[in-house]
T-cell receptor, first 114, second 116 residues
Framework: EPEVTQTPSHQVTQMGQEVILRCVPI?????FYWYRQILGQKVEFLVS????????KSEIFDDQFSVERPDGSNFTLKIRSTKLEDSAMYFC????????????FGPGTRLTVL | DQQVKQNSPSLSVQEGRISILNCDYT??????FLWYKKYPAEGPTFLIS?????DKNEDGRFTVFLNKSAKHLSLHIVPSQPGDSAVYFC???????????????FGKGTHLIIQP
């Protein structure tokens, strides 16, 4: 069964460093998403991406964040200058041909900022 | 501002009995609702969804009920099995009316524990 994959599973970085989190969405999906879950809190929407551009973003997704689909399979989230409060689980999700299709989530990347 | 609320942080149910998980929402623009299940160190796994034109959707042991006037939905699991022990998240979006790739708004989750 097709699934969303994410790498790395755990990323440790120093405050102020740039990180890139990678995702491979399900191959025939057209909509891509990033979410995060800070420890003990709920899953929060960051950004959605469709047709090679951002479709929607939350107030969390400020200028420190960017997303890219550099090739036909990968979808990345870049954090330019990490802060301690960026420590969280980051989940990638994808959905199919319409915006109402179910979003399927990857296993997540645990980001630890020291 | 909690637009999606799951007021029970945990729920303990005996194996074989019915599990009922509740969710309330405040945003009247929401028209699409989903339940996800999550194990530790894994991503949310889709369980079942319902659009606002329906009041019930069933898939095997899982049934979701939607009461639009009360802005309330519930997930019923019958019969409950040990493998159902997990955190269950309610999520909502304005997918049908939003017109774009709407992000999901999640509740805080309910930890369901199935006791043998």
């Amino acid at each position: 069964e097709p699934e969303v994959t994410q790498t790395p599973s755990h990323q440790v970085t120093q405050m102020g460093q740039e990180v890139i989190l990678r995702c491979v969405p399900i191959s025939n999906h057209l909509y891509f998403y990033w979410y995060r879950q800070i420890l003990g809190q709920k899953v929060e929407f960051l950004v959605s991406f469709y047709n090679n551009e951002i479709s929607e973003k939350s107030e969390i997704f400020d200028d420190q964040f960017s997303v890219e689909r550099p090739d036909g399979s990968n979808f990345t989230l870049k954090i330019r200058s990490t802060k301690l409060e960026d420590s969280a689980m980051y989940f990638c999700a994808s959905s199919g041909a319409t915006s109402t299709d179910t979003q399927y989530f990857g296993p997540g990347t645990r980001l630890t900022v020291l | 501002d909690q637009q999606v609320k799951q007021n029970s942080p945990s729920l303990s149910v005996q194996e074989g009995r019915i599990s009922i998980l509740n969710c309330d929402y405040t945003n009247s623009m929401f028209d699409y609702f989903l339940w996800y299940k999550k194990y530790p160190a894994e991503g949310p796994t889709f369980l079942i969804s319902i659009s606002s034109i329906k009041d019930k959707n069933e898939d095997g042991r899982f049934t979701v009920f939607l009461n639009k006037s009360a802005k309330h939905l519930s997930l019923h699991i019958v019969p409950s099995q040990p493998g159902d022990s997990a955190v269950y998240f309610c999520a909502a979006s304005a997918a049908y009316s939003g017109g774009g790739a709407d992000g999901l708004t999640f509740g805080k989750g309910t930890h369901l524990i199935i006791q043998p």
